[in-house]
């Protein structure tokens, strides 16, 4: 297949992906420039040690299809590579079956001004039931134009790039705007945000106790191991892969910082918090539209001018996130089920599963995926407590699987590099004790964002849930291991 990423191209995959303008907004709104010592942690202890991991694994690996299994089958060993793989898709699952109900909001704000999908009763039928055949609607038609060839996924990643971008910088402008007319207001506003206590849930004004914040924090440096799904594509990926992903990881704990910085010096966080009107739930569009009043305000508009910039800024901001959400569904949607059929020995899939269609896409895979998350969609609709609890528990498997197979990739990076299975002059840092630091750091971070994982509902007495968590993962691992354990039943001796 033809190599259709450039390194720029890449890069921008790479910065829009990984970075969230939604956890940057939520990070101001919720711990103010507090927020910036758990990010700048963050980022020098989890995701640039895990981008310069993932950079040297890319290197080794980027022409093979199976992106973990590859990086863990040489290190540890192919059964150890399937299951954590196999871990890896699970967690994007629920998730995709989360966004696809998630569609319709955005698209509503883009076309109404206002979220009307608690609104749709037509011919007597209750808004679930629309929203439920909706999102079925878009599961069915995005695997479709998945099916159509690798160029529609690189079409959607560069459309919701390219908007992120542009919001990115009508953010910045607003804001250097504000700044410039009300120079005065930044320093007293900066120190509002400063003292400004923690709305953060669990979390209190001193340091410690805002560790349960670290958590989000990494997490709002996820979807690396998504793109790096996407390696294969790439031209020259063995050099320039390595090459975009340490260059983005710095440019994205960049945008954070300097992100947080200009909101806390622009906004009063003080006078936000006190809507009634906003919530986390549409936090990104609450901070947009206080921005665009809080410049109508500073250039004298009268109420029709006001009016009219805060439907551009919210609407803008909706088409941002519905570009978003297609973006990021076209490549979780493609690219761990790619890793896991593609990747993997092909005998432990049925021959038609793994069967590429004449545009090289697994079509069949792809169309059983589509079936299933429309089931779990359409079972959702029916507002059933039983059905709702459960996947509020497969949410929370989804929680801790998502973050087991990040620990074990930096776990094998030590092993990787003692095994030699790449040259001295092949690795990205020659200094073994520096690359088993950075093995170390990655381990420490992902294992205390899962033991808070764990004990947040033990503490509030959630008993199952704390079940769930440490039975889920398990559950998919054992069903990996008994596929895997067929397979090798099934090879001669």
């Known amino acids: 297949m033809q190599k259709n990423m450039s390194i720029t191209t890449l890069m921008l995959l790479i910065i829009t992906t990984v970075y969230s303008f939604s956890s940057m907004a939520t990070a101001f709104f919720m711990l103010g420039t507090k927020s910036l010592a758990w990010f700048i942690i963050s980022a020098l202890c989890y995701f640039i040690p895990y981008a310069l991991i993932v950079a040297q694994y890319s290197k080794k690996y980027a022409h093979q299809k199976g992106t973990i299994y590859d990086w863990l089958k040489d290190s540890f060993s192919p059964k150890v590579a399937f299951i954590t793989a196999f871990l ?9 079956v989360s966004l696809f109900m998630k569609l319709m909001i955005p698209l509503s704000i883009l ?28 599961v069915l038609c995005l695997t479709y134009l998945l099916s159509r060839g690798f160029k529609t996924i690189l079409s959607f990643l560069k459309i919701s790039s390219l908007a ?39 979390t209190y004004d001193h340091f410690f106790s805002q560790l349960p914040f670290f958590i989000f924090a990494i997490t709002a440096f996820g979807g690396l191991d998504t793109v790096a799904s996407l390696a294969d594509k790439t031209k020259e990926s063995r050099k320039k892969f390595p090459q975009a992903v340490i260059f983005s990881a710095g440019i994205i704990a960049l945008l954070y910082i300097l992100g947080i910085i200009l909101w806390s010096g622009t906004n009063d966080i003080t006078a936000l918090r006190q809507t009634n009107q906003m919530h986390l739930g549409n936090l990104m569009y609450g901070l947009t539209g206080s921005l665009a009043k809080s410049l109508a305000q500073a250039f004298g508009f009268n109420y029709w001018q006001t009016n009219l910039l805060y439907q551009f800024y919210i609407r803008y901001t909706a088409f941002t996130l519905l570009t978003a959400y297609l973006g990021l569904l076209s490549s979780i949607t493609y690219g761990p089920l790619k890793s896991l059929i593609t990747g993997t020995p092909k005998e432990i899939w049925p021959k038609s599963f793994i069967k590429l269609n004449h545009k090289q896409m ?34 929370y498997m989804t929680n801790v699987s998502r973050a087991l197979p990040y620990f074990v990739v930096a776990a ?70 008994k596929l895997y354990q067929r397979f090798e039943r099934s090879q001669p001796i």
């Open 88 to 96: 890896w898709y699970c967690s994007y699952f629920t998730w995709m």
């Open 111 to 138: 076309l109404f001004g206002s979220d009307m999908t608690g609104k749709m009763n037509w011919f007597n039928l209750p808004a679930q039931v629309w929203l439920a055949f909706l999102a079925i609607l878009a």
């Open 164 to 202: 992120m971008v542009a919001l990115l910088l009508l953010s910045l402008f607003s804001n250097l705007t504000l700044l410039v007319l009300q120079p005065a207001n930044f320093i007293p506003n900066l120190v509002k945000s400063w003292q400004a206590p923690s709305f953060f849930a669990g």
């Open 362 to 395: 697994p079509d069949n895979a792809l169309w059983l995926q589509a079936g299933v998350i429309s089931i779990c969609i359409a079972a959702l609709s029916f507002n059933n407590q039983i059905i709702g609890n459960l996947f509020n528990q497969l949410t």
């Open 412 to 481: 094998s990076f030590p092993f990787f590099i003692r095994k030699n299975i790449v040259g001295q002059e092949e690795l990205l840092i020659s200094d073994k004790r520096v690359n088993h630091l950075l093995s170390i750091s990655v381990c420490l971070c992902v294992a205390v964002a899962i033991f808070f994982q764990v004990y947040e509902p033990l503490k509030a007495g959630e008993y199952n849930n704390v079940l769930t968590l440490i039975l889920g993962p398990g559950l998919f691992a054992l069903l990996a291991a």
